[in-house]
Every structure is written in structure tokens, then in C-alpha cells.
Nanobody, 115 residues
Framework: QVRLVESGGGLVPPGGSLTLSCTAS????????MGWYRQAPGKQRELVAR???????DYADSVYGRFTISRDNAKNTVYLQMNRLRPEDTAVYYC?????????WGQGTQVTVSS
């Protein structure tokens, strides 16, 4: 059972930046996707960004050019650098690992973009 622990959420004004981190409790091979999803109130959970070795990262169209996903495989950690944040980026952000057909989720971290 993989446990994922997220950190880095908070309140930021429009145009600001935040970096989210997610660390897994065990080794996640670089070929296994690690990524971030988000869920805003009243909306479905959606993919934000996902990364695995040997492939370009996947980004939602709405965050392309503003968010950057990266991984430190030695630390079993994935990061999400979020720049030029917008109010519509407000959501609970969840870390995700898909291993052996099973989705593992973190507890979520709230990101609120508001002046």
C-alpha cells in the first residue's frame, strides 16, 4: 500500500506562485506515472500534470505553460511548480500514483487563488 503525503498548498493572490510536493512511502520506479489531479467544488476530479520517464509530461490545456511537473526519483517525490495562478486554479490538489492498475491518492492539499 503506497502512502502519499502532500504539502505546499495555501492562499495566494492571482498571478502568484506555489510549489506542491508529494512524497511516496516507498520506491516508485521512474517508469510508473506520478502526477497531480485537482477537484474544484461541484466539479469532477481532473488531471493537472503527470510524469514518467521516457515520455514528455502530460499537462491539462488550462495549465500548459504555467505549471511545471518534476520528479526526484531518489526521494520518491514529485513536485508541481505553479506560476501565474488564476482564481480558476482554486481546488484541492491530489497526488496520484498508478501502479499495477491501482490508483493511489494523497489526502489532498487546498490551493486557493484569491485577492
Amino acid at each position: 500500500q503506497v502512502r502519499l503525503v502532500e504539502s505546499g498548498g495555501g492562499l495566494v493572490p492571482p498571478g502568484g506562485s506555489l510549489t506542491l510536493s508529494c512524497t511516496a512511502s516507498e520506491t516508485i520506479f521512474s517508469s510508473i506515472p506520478m502526477g497531480w489531479y485537482r477537484q474544484a467544488p461541484g466539479k469532477q476530479r481532473e488531471l493537472v500534470a503527470r510524469k514518467r520517464s521516457g515520455r514528455d509530461p502530460d499537462y491539462a490545456d488550462s495549465v500548459y505553460g504555467r505549471f511545471t511537473i518534476s520528479r526526484d526519483n531518489a526521494k520518491n517525490t514529485v513536485y508541481l511548480q505553479m506560476n501565474r495562478l488564476r482564481p480558476e486554479d482554486t481546488a484541492v490538489y491530489y497526488c496520484n500514483v498508478r501502479n499495477g492498475g491501482v490508483d493511489y491518492w494523497g489526502q489532498g492539499t487546498q490551493v486557493t487563488v484569491s485577492s
